[in-house]
């Protein structure tokens, strides 16, 4: 039901594309070399590099050169300076930023050549710059997985419907989306983690907003329901799993055991529910939904029932009690 979860390193080139494009990066040099990775989301700035501290370098992380390591380099004499910056450039650093538009300093741009180190500027500031790198990183470089399912918002809760192929989780979906709720994603949710331990739900690619349903094809919940129909995406805070009605099978009757399931090593409330003829499959999942929703507030139906159950049972358990005697 789940491919491999994987964290993929992050290439320098997309650190030019249309997502950070207000940080107006362009390339000053290495072109040749944008395939270098970037493998941790947090970034630095090379000062104490810069003042000697070589072992503060980190691998795989974007180094950014703004004003104050300007400066200070500046203020060495040019053969302490060349040789510092000889070091540096020589570290497993994927990339070098300038920020403020500055001008690279003598010698940089070449050491970075033979390094095979490329050079990105920025006419930002060094603190719009470290934000908005830091914040894609963050985005890209977490565990990410793909599922086979539908996730829908659900009374603001992210349902994951998963199942086999034919069991009707699409058919499902629509008719909860008709119902009020949104799509996020249909066939592959791509599902990230974060470092809160937040699981992170939905579509990449062209199927955004789309769904395919058997005997119509490919529709856009969007063109046909509106802009409230859908979501770019939502938390995963309950796996709901079809399955066709199995004759002779146990099924949970009064949801006192809680099940799990595991996404990227991450536990998420689970639901088996039976798919029969003649069972409204939305409305179950709705009412799941609320019913989790109840949960989550404290209120604990099934265990409140056999809470009062066994006070009665232990009432009626008790022997009367004799008359007393005049």
């Known amino acids: 039901m789940e491919d491999r979860w994987y964290t993929a390193p992050v290439r320098v080139a ?18 040749s070399h944008l395939d270098n990775r970037i493998t941790h989301p947090r970034v630095q700035k090379p000062g104490l590099a810069f003042a000697g501290y070589y072992a ?8 950014i050169i703004g004003e104050s390591e300007t400066e200070y380099l ?32 003598p010698g940089f741009l070449e050491l970075c050549r033979q390094r095979e180190v490329p050079v990105l500027s920025s006419t930002e500031l060094s603190s719009t710059v470290i ?82 349903l058997r005997g119509l094809g490919i529709v856009n919940v969007q063109d046909l329901f509106g802009l409230a129909a859908v979501r770019e995406r939502t938390t995963v805070d309950l ?12 099924y949970e009757r009064l949801g006192l055991d809680e099940t799990l399931y595991d996404i990227l090593e991450t536990p998420c409330p689970y639901i088996c529910m039976p798919v029969a003829l003649g069972r409204n499959i939305s409305i179950m999942v709705e009412i799941a939904a609320r019913n989790h929703l109840l949960k989550l507030q404290g209120h604990h139906s099934a265990r409140e029932f056999a809470r009062k159950l066994e006070a009665q049972l232990e009432r009626n358990r008790k022997p009367p009690s004799s008359p007393k005697e005049p």
């Open 74 to 105: 500046r203020t060495l004499d040019e053969d302490e300076r060349s040789a510092r910056l000889d070091t540096i450039t020589g570290l497993p650093v994927p990339v070098f930023v300038i920020t403020k538009g500055l001008d690279p300093l």
């Open 131 to 212: 934000k908005g790198i830091s914040y894609f990183l963050e985005d890209h470089l977490v565990p990410s997985t793909t599922l086979h399912g539908v996730l829908l918002e659900i009374y603001g809760l992210g349902v994951l419907l998963i199942g086999e192929s034919g069991v009707g989780k699409s058919e499902s979906a629509l008719d909860l989306i008709t119902r009020g709720h949104s799509l996020v994603a249909d066939d592959r949710v791509t599902v990230k983690r974060y470092p809160t331990g937040e699981l992170v739900g939905f579509c990449e690619g062209t199927l955004r907003h789309h769904m395919e």
């Open 239 to 250: 796996v709901i799993e079809l399955e066709h009605w199995q004759s002779g099978r146990q």
């Open 56 to 63: 503060y370098i980190k691998p795989g992380r974007v180094q």
């Open 14 to 31: 997309e650190l030019l594309s249309e997502e950070l494009g207000y940080l107006h990066l362009h390339v000053l040099s290495g072109a």
